[in-house]
């Protein structure tokens, strides 16, 4: 089955409503190997975003872009 196409835009707006929120990500490395973290979605730029995990032993952010996210290689979701 075919899924729905969303465009970057659709992406970019899902990702600005989740701004300075909380938000579990899940990231497919390739080969079965996924990781899985929460943290803060700390910045929001034209090209890519930041998350900073609550990991304390992880130091510094992770940037995903929105073509990542499109593809399904990365998946965020805004935690209560």
Not at 19 to 40: D, E, P, Q, T
């Amino acid at each position: 089955m075919i899924k729905p196409t969303k465009s970057i835009s659709e992406v970019k707006r899902m990702v600005k409503d989740c701004s300075s929120a909380r938000v579990a990500v899940r990231v497919n490395l390739g080969r079965n190997k996924i990781i899985s973290y929460s943290g803060v979605l700390s910045g929001i730029y034209p090209a890519l975003f930041t998350v900073k995990p609550d990991d304390k032993d992880f130091l510094g952010k992770t940037a995903y872009s929105y073509s990542d996210v499109l593809c399904g290689s990365v998946k965020i979701k805004k935690i209560q």
